[in-house]
């Protein structure tokens, strides 16, 4: 079993990295409990003993199994958001735990500059780009998709074409460029629009 967690953990470190720190511990052997480390941000290595964590799960088998999405912190100071995952033999008891560290250092800057780049001045004068109706069509076919538990780009030919009647019958395709934002909508050419209209 344990091999088999390293080998989860190295593909798991493989697809995460740079970000992500994978790092299997063997609870048997707490004071030496680290078997592999895959992106180790942390600066820990093969052989360092389990964390408290770990402690915990060997001291009580009913210790929660998985603790997902937790706020944690390398020793430099940087922040992390740790899942860990106890593996129990078929007695019940822990024997191991596979743990993910991910370092929110970049993530929370480029969430930063996100945020600014998106930032729009409220006491500006507004304006809209988009052809008025544009959203009442838009929010139309992203209705009708849902009805049949699709995507409007998934919708088949006669699903399109009873999506146009509908359009039709609701006075939508009198709406200025209606059939260019059908289109856009539904990723397909003008001309499929108006072939779907007939």
Not at 107 to 136: H, I, V, Y
């Amino acid at each position: 079993m344990l091999e088999q967690l390293r080998q989860i953990a190295d593909g798991l470190g493989q697809t995460l990295a740079p970000f992500c720190e994978v790092v299997v511990h063997d609870l048997l052997e707490p004071d030496q409990a680290i078997l592999a480390i895959h992106n180790s941000l942390s600066g820990r290595q093969v052989g360092d003993p389990a964390t408290e964590l770990g402690m915990a799960r060997i001291a009580d088998p009913d210790f929660t199994q998985v603790l997902a999405n937790y706020a944690n912190q390398f020793a430099d100071g940087r922040q992390a958001k740790s899942t860990s995952i106890g593996i129990k033999d078929s007695s019940g008891r822990y024997i191991a735990a596979l743990c993910l560290n991910l370092d929110l250092t970049l993530f929370r800057g480029l969430q930063s500059a996100m945020n600014q780049f998106m930032r729009m001045d409220a006491e500006a004068p507004r304006e809209s780009l988009d052809p008025a109706g544009a959203d009442a069509i838009r929010a139309r076919i992203d209705a009708f998709a849902a009805r049949h538990a699709t995507t409007p780009r998934a919708l088949r030919t006669d699903e399109r074409r009873t999506l146009l009647a509908e359009l039709k019958a609701a006075g939508l395709l009198d709406v200025r460029r209606a059939m260019e934002t059908i289109a856009a909508h539904l990723g397909v050419s003008r001309a499929s629009v108006y072939s779907y209209a007939r």
